[in-house]
């Protein structure tokens, strides 16, 4: 029998009914082809690194002929006494030998060995059983910064500086007080001003710990107002801690 009957299937005689469902149609953007020129100017325009008009040469400026080749120095008329160099020396030339010298090294050696000085060692230190060595003077083991003579001392440009500080505040205390007689400004006294210092720091403290209770998600705009509000009186009473913590002495103008 031909081999050929027994190809077919089947499974190709049952009559299937099943069938693809169809799919549904890509979505596709009404602004595809907008953006697709869109980019197509932009790339098109930067494909030079550079802007895309450039200067054109001039028709006059063309490449001309042996142009690119490079010019050879004059020629020089060859003269025949100039100084040569000196000759190569022959094959029976031979050089001086034989020279000896008088001079005895041993005892000269040994005679710098004896009046030299002794080469002293250098100072290290070990920090492991294994014997690592590591340099002593640079260890900061040695107290070598103490035994300065201007070790303590403090430094001529620190005390010229302190100096122009104290002078002025001298000519502000004096400024202060004229202005004093002129406006009758009182100064605060050191209790007034720790109250004040102790003041603004609690309503920082009360500021801040509402601050913490808000919630994580500012999700509304009357949340990130008043998120805002806080955070400015927080900055606000930071800088004004600031200002009377630097300075000791603070003088207020009587209403």
């Not at 009914?17 to 980019?39: A, C, V």
């Not at 605060?188 to 920082?204: P, Y």
Request: net charge positive.
């Amino acid at each position: 029998m031909d081999s050929s009957c027994f190809t077919e299937s089947i499974y190709n005689l049952i009559p299937s009914d099943l069938k693809e469902p169809p799919q549904p149609p890509r979505y596709k953007s009404i602004f595809k082809t907008t953006i697709k020129n869109d980019m197509k100017k932009i790339k098109t325009a930067m494909k030079t690194m550079g802007p895309a008009k450039v200067e054109v040469p001039t028709p006059k400026d063309f490449l001309k002929k042996h142009s690119k080749e490079k010019t050879l120095p004059p020629k020089k008329k060859f003269d025949w006494n100039q100084p040569r160099k000196p000759t190569v020396p022959l094959r029976t030339d031979h050089p001086v030998m034989g020279i000896q010298s008088g001079k005895n090294f041993i005892n000269t050696n040994a005679a710098d060995v004896i009046m030299g000085v002794a080469k002293k060692p250098k100072p290290v230190y070990v920090d492991k059983r294994t014997g690592d060595k590591h340099d002593l003077e640079t260890s900061g083991l040695i107290p070598k910064y103490i035994n300065k003579k201007d070790y303590g001392i403090t430094p001529e440009y620190i005390c010229k500086r302190n100096e122009e500080v104290k002078k002025a505040q001298e000519e502000y205390d004096n400024y202060i007080q004229e202005n004093l007689k002129k406006a009758a400004m009182k100064r605060l006294s050191d209790e007034e001003r720790e109250a004040v210092l102790q003041g603004l720091k609690k309503n920082w403290e009360e500021v801040h710990k509402e601050f913490q209770s808000l919630s994580v998600f500012i999700d509304s705009i009357p949340k990130k107002i008043r998120k805002q509000k806080l955070e400015k009186e927080m900055k606000q009473l930071e800088h004004d801690i600031g200002v009377i913590e630097k300075h000791k002495t603070i003088y207020i103008a009587n209403k």
